[in-house]
């Protein structure tokens, strides 16, 4: 019913960016909030940014000042732009959004699949 796709993961070396993207797609009559979670191998699932419909953010403190967080309302898209990234970011990155979908009267959240980011040299 509703989709969320990741892409942009990949290998990258300590200090480097990478830019991830999340598109939702399907029966949508309203995008909430958007998000970014990470899973490491043998952690938790953790917070990595938020972004409300209207634009405010909300950073892990892990991440602040390396990653921003957007969106492209129009396009469904919200996007992690990821600088200085060191080996410690390395996991599993998933995209998450609080979702009204066609003909309901309640919210959902939705979850990606995930794209792997690993920071090595």
């Known amino acids: 019913q509703v989709q969320l796709v990741e892409s942009g993961g990949g290998l990258v070396q300590p200090g480097g960016s990478l830019r991830l993207s999340c598109a939702a797609s399907g029966r949508i009559f309203r995008i909430n909030d958007m998000g970014w979670y990470r899973q490491a191998p043998g952690k938790q699932r953790e917070l990595v940014a938020t972004?409300?419909?209207?634009?405010?953010?909300n950073y892990a403190d892990s991440v602040k000042d390396r990653f921003t967080i957007s969106r492209d309302n129009a396009k469904n898209t919200v996007y992690l732009q990821m600088n200085s990234l060191k080996p410690e970011d390395t996991a599993v990155y998933y995209c998450n959004a609080g979702v009204r979908p066609l003909g309901y009267n309640n919210d959902y959240r939705y979850w990606g699949r995930g794209t792997q980011v690993t920071v090595s040299s």
């Open positions: 972004i409300t419909n209207g634009g405010s953010t």
